[in-house]
């Protein structure tokens, strides 16, 4: 089965979507049905890497056709982790021989591998491996970001937060790597030292739930867990809310750049600044900010622009 040997791109697609969708449901049956406590379902391929290989119009026809979103489409998985291809960075290892379904050359591999993270680019926890390293030690920061995902030895999270100038919005708007994600943020009461929140994150009415436990262990790190919520399970927690907090409203602009994933939260008490975040594998690794983007400052140790914070104070800064 191939594009050129179906009646249309449209068909191919729909097909290779719907094996793609079986085969991970069979595995979730399986899984479910195993006696141990951890397991781990690793998928060579996720669904939304269909939309690199189609137009939007048929995309969006796909979706229709599968009764789904692109939302739960994306967020059906729990992390993605995108290995750039050797045609960026890597080129003297990029090869056809051997390859029967690659037919590319390096500036088409190159380009497509760009539609791929364009496609993802909006998933709460994608990232982006790339050739700045021999393949071994490729491989070994991908086992690293997979471990730091499931908090594999302790669930870490290393954020740093910057505040900047409020941003261009029509041009993240056409950027093909930027997606818009609507966001509302309720706080649970909590045990003293810790945060809990619940989150309702996603676009255009379709939605997924998360519920998110924190707790601080230096300036730029924290012990995070997190759970999917049902809809229900979501409706359910929100009778714990924090009545000191009220519920926290953003718009996050999630966006890929030279292999970093940023998250530029807009919030509708701001008219001059915002937040961007980045989550780092290391406290000390260097980040590459968006020339368009003007920081004002770092405040990832500044209690007083964490989200818990701007629910009690409705984003007023003394």
């Not at 539609?115 to 991908?142: C, E, M, Q, S, Y």
């Not at 790597?177 to 509302?184: G, M």
């Not at 939260?265 to 406290?283: G, H, N, S």
């Amino acid at each position: 089965m191939a594009p050129w040997a179906c009646r249309s791109n449209l068909d191919y697609q729909r097909s290779q979507m719907r094996l793609q969708l079986d085969k991970e449901r069979v595995y979730e049956r399986a899984a479910a049905a195993m006696p141990v406590e951890k397991i781990l379902i690793v998928c060579d391929r996720g669904a939304m890497d269909n939309k690199a290989y189609m137009d939007a119009l048929d995309f969006a026809r796909l979706l229709e056709d599968m009764d789904t979103t692109e939302v739960q489409l994306r967020d059906r998985y729990d992390g993605v982790f995108h290995l750039v291809t050797a045609a960026k960075g890597a080129e003297a290892f990029y090869t056809t021989e051997g390859h029967a379904a690659r037919t590319e050359s390096v500036a088409q591999a190159a380009a497509l591998d760009d539609k791929l993270i364009a496609a993802w680019t909006g998933h709460p926890h994608l990232r982006v491996i790339d050739n700045a390293t021999d393949f071994d030690d490729k491989l070994k920061r991908l086992i690293a970001e997979i471990r730091a995902l499931l908090g594999e030895p302790e669930p870490m999270e290393i954020e740093r937060k910057f505040l900047i100038e409020y941003p261009d919005l029509k041009w993240l708007e056409q950027l093909p790597n930027c997606r818009k994600v609507d966001i509302i943020q309720t706080y649970l009461l909590a045990k003293p030292g810790e945060e809990v929140r619940v989150r309702q994150r996603g676009e255009n009415g379709s939605y997924i739930y998360y519920k998110t436990c924190k707790r601080r262990v230096s300036d730029v790190a924290r012990v995070e867990v997190e759970e999917r919520l049902s809809q229900s399970e979501y409706l359910k927690l929100l009778m714990d809310a924090d009545p000191e907090k009220r519920p926290i409203r953003k718009t996050r602009w999630c966006l890929t750049y030279e292999n970093q994933y940023f998250e530029i939260d807009v919030y509708p008490f701001w008219t001059d600044q915002a937040i961007m975040e980045i989550e780092l594998r290391e406290e000390h690794e260097p980040i590459h900010f968006p020339k368009q983007l003007k920081v004002i400052r770092e405040v990832t140790s500044d209690e007083r622009y964490q989200n818990a914070s701007l629910a009690k104070t409705g984003g007023e800064i003394k």
